[in-house]
């Protein structure tokens, strides 16, 4: 397949700071962006991040390896702020000269100061328009702006008004790329006529045959209407968009004292088999207590998330697992490799560009 020569107008400064041949970013995913669909973006011209919340720190290492031993073009990092290594994790990247820092939430400013003088352009994620000023006042390089339709943990505010109002809130230096709802190129174009740098997508990746997530599952994806995913705080404490399924129905419906016993029990048994100990555990517990403010019931809900997102996305058990998902999954009808929606998206941009300029 050839690579599309992209219409002016997709030629964005992002492009040049990151260096991509195209303004489309495969997001980090916990469990589904691993190093295959990372190598699979970047030989497709986007900029591929390897999601390294749910790896070790060991993992993460051999993840970035053979990224690099697959392609010498950029790609990023995606890190959660709150977990007990972020330093060593830091560290690791800009030792391995990663491209792209991806913070989850709003960076340490030392943070950001350690990874902007070793070069790598720091990009955090944002759901709401003071979230964004906060990281532009540290200096950030780019922001992701994930709108209410997005996957995953996610905010409020619908990607058209949250794209405006934080491009309107950032100032000239800071990027910004459009995520939640995307998957098309009258999508890219539309962001880019809000005023962003790019898009960002997760859900149409995940829909893609480079990513690792069984087929069974991929077909419920398919499956979801734009109507069939629900916005909710039973998996971590926090809002998360997953696929509605018969479990989160009942997670909603029964209360968070009663679900308690079993987060305990499989957050414990998940990092156990992750060779974790119970310092560690405590360490990683505590961190994420002061970090977001949680109460001790809601670190072991958060604990047990990454056992429900295994379970589904990587075992394909939605009896005790779920399915992160943006709303978009609803007019996803097919899973193609990651060079065809790279290359689809360009074309149909391109050609949404003609027909708006011969208007
Ligand atoms: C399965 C799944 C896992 C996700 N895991 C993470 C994560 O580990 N870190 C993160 O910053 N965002 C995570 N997200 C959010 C995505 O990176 C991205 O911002 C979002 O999917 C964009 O919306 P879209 O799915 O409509 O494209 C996840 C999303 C999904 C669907």
Known sequence: MTMPEPHQALKTRFCELVGVRYPIIQTGMGWVAGSSLVIATAKAGGLGILASATMSLDELKQQIEEVRSATDAPFGVNLRTDVADIDERVALMVDAKVRVASFAQAPRADLVTQCKEAGLFVMPTVGARRHAEKVAALGVDAVIAQGAEGGGHTGQVPTTLLTSEVVDAVGEDVCVLSAGGWSSGRGLVAALALGADGIAMGTRFLLSSD???????????????????????????????????DLVDRLEKSSWIRNLPRSLKSAHQFRSESGASLMSLLKEGKAMKEGNELTWSQVVMAANAPVMTKAGLVDGRTDVGVLPTGQVAG????VLSVEKIITSVINEANATLDRLSQR
Request: a neutral charge; glycine letters at 6%.
């Open 331 to 334: 007019v996803i009808d097919e």
């Open 211 to 245: 990513s690792q997530v069984p087929d069974e599952i991929k077909k419920q994806y398919l499956a979801t209407s734009v109507t069939g995913t629900v916005v909710s705080t039973r998996i971590d404490g926090a809002p998360q968009r997953v696929v509605r399924t």
